[in-house]
């Protein structure tokens, strides 16, 4: 059923202070629109034969502007692409504008090409340009119609033996390949994250999600256990229960593990992500026009499967948990309703009011799994838990929750660096009014039509045990978006990049 998308093979090389031309036979030179601008035009102009009056004229370097060349031989490049970045781009904005440029040219790019960093205006960014032009290439090159049947064209730029050459200066030589080396293993998560996410549901059940994480584990180096629903029920993950009463599907329990050998007193972060491979709401049914995209709502899953992945690759001297609970929420005679008071794995009961707020009692078990088993110094669960988030954010920002500035701090700061925005918003312990049952420990909906995304975080909160250190991202608005891949939205790996950078930061 869950084939995975053959991999690339590009061969990647760092070419120092080379003049290019000769082995490859189309250039790129990312340009940023700023203050040297105009001498890089000019330079360009010099090396490429062409009049710079009409160059200055023609290329404004905006964002994802692209101006092509045609040159003689052992020039720069038979084709240069002058593509804009902006003005003082971000690692983002490079990402976007390299990505824009591979799927617009990929049918008429050759599979020998260059990217240059000695014609251009790169200054102190280079890694980061470096590290962002890969990944833009390479994520750029995907195709979301993997289940039509006509054949594929076979584009030279996406042949196993695609050839990306990189012109730097000699500077920083090792963290300029170990930018680039980043930047094509985030973009092989990433593509994976997208087939996961962009997935239909009836090709992604529960044991879909698990077999992808046993997969990665083997080949990255990371241990993986799932729990199926014998021992789900034998574990007493009674909240994942509920939502899977009116599933023909079992649920899994995903739990997975990276600890580098030899690793000593390294801080140990826990993940959780939430991992609904399809909302209907249950019994609260959701409203049809828009429940197609509800194939997504295990975006969190793919951004803690991903950043597993992603940190295994990367070797990070860490200590990382990965937990992901996984079922459908279907209708069905078994399903739970609303009124109903059921268990969860904390051993505190929970009131259903609405049968949609599903995310929050799976991600509730996997919480207090999470404590229980691995007592993490960090707690950071991500789902796409509400159309309240969705509402205040649009699809530019997922809600950061957390008591702990230190640990906001640090989660902005990844966030600030990848692109991938989060925005801070309040847990004050007024909103646990909301929450209060009459029946049970505590409700899973206040009824009310106000402050969803704080309220679904305090009821998250409740099953943390006062975890000092815990964050919660609601990353509903952002898990997908609209890009060139789709007419529809589609996946946004949110959370990988921004996960990883995090944990970089942590052990530098
Ligand atoms: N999966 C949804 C949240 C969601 C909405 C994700 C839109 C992506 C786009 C979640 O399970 C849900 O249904 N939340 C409800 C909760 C409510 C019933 C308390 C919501 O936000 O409307
Ligand atoms: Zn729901
Ligand atoms: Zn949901």
Redesign the pocket.
């Known amino acids: 059923m869950w084939v995975k998308n053959p991999q690339n093979k590009t061969i990647m090389r760092l070419k120092i202070n080379n003049k290019a031309g000769s082995s490859v036979s189309a250039v790129i030179i990312p340009v940023a629109k700023q203050g040297s601008l105009e001498n890089i035009l000019a330079k360009i102009a010099t090396k490429t034969g062409v009049p710079l009056k009409l160059l200055k004229e023609d290329f404004k370097a905006n964002h994802k502007e692209i101006h092509t060349l045609y040159t003689e031989e052992n020039k720069v490049g038979k084709r240069t692409f002058l593509l804009g970045l902006g003005e003082a781009p971000t690692f983002a904005e490079v990402v976007s504008a390299f990505r824009s440029f591979a799927f617009k040219k990929k049918t008429i790019l050759p599979s020998k090409i260059g990217i240059h960093f000695n014609l251009n205006n790169v200054g102190k960014n280079l890694t980061s340009w470096v590290d962002a032009s890969i990944n833009g290439l390479f994520i750029g090159r995907y195709d979301i119609g993997r289940y039509k049947t006509e054949e594929k064209t076979n584009f030279a730029f996406s042949k196993k033996d695609t050839l990306i050459e990189l012109y730097v200066p000699k500077v920083n030589v090792k963290a300029v390949e170990n930018a680039m080396n980043k930047g094509r293993a985030a973009a092989e998560t990433q593509l994976e994250i997208f087939d996961l996410v962009n997935a239909p549901s009836n090709m992604k059940p529960p044991q879909v999600l698990a077999d992808w994480a046993v997969k990665s584990g083997k080949k990255n180096g990371f241990k993986v256990k799932v729990f199926k629903k014998k021992e789900i029920e034998k574990l007493g993950l009674h909240a994942l229960l509920a939502v899977n009463r009116g599933s023909e599907l079992p649920p899994t329990f995903i739990v997975m593990e990276y600890k580098p050998k030899g690793l000593k007193n390294a801080k140990k972060v826990g993940l959780v992500g939430k991992g609904?491979t399809f909302?209907t709401?249950g019994l609260?049914i959701?409203p049809s026009t828009n429940m197609h995209?509800?194939k997504t709502?295990m975006g969190g899953a793919a951004a803690v499967l991903g950043a597993m992945e992603l940190t295994a690759k990367l070797n990070l001297p860490i200590h990382l948990i990965g937990i992901v609970p996984a079922t459908d929420n279907s209708v069905d005679a078994l399903s739970i309703k609303p009124s109903d008071v059921i268990q969860s794995y904390s051993g505190k009961s929970i009131e259903i009011i609405?049968t949609?707020?599903?995310?929050r009692l799976i991600l509730a078990d996997g919480l207090a799994y999470m404590i229980k088993h691995f007592a993490p110094d960090v707690l950071i669960d991500l789902a796409?838990?509400?159309?309240?988030c969705?509402r205040t954010f649009g699809s530019l920002s997922g809600g950061l929750f957390s008591k702990n500035d230190e640990l906001s701090k640090a989660l902005l700061k990844a966030s600030e660096q990848t692109g991938e925005r989060i925005w801070r918003l309040p847990l004050w312990d007024d909103y646990k009014n909301y929450i209060k049952s009459d029946v049970a420990d505590i409700k899973n909906?206040s009824g009310l039509p106000t402050g969803?995304a704080i309220t679904?975080a305090k009821f998250l909160e409740f099953f943390t045990d006062n975890h000092p250190s815990w964050a919660h991202m609601d990353i509903?608005g952002v898990a997908v978006s609209d890009s060139e891949y789709s007419s529809q939205k589609s996946a946004t790996g949110f959370g990988v990049r921004l996960l990883v950078e995090f944990l970089e930061n942590m052990v530098q």
């Open positions: 609904v909302d709401g609260s959701k995209y509800m709502d609405d949609d707020a599903e995310g796409t838990l509400t159309g309240s969705v909906f969803g679904a509903a």
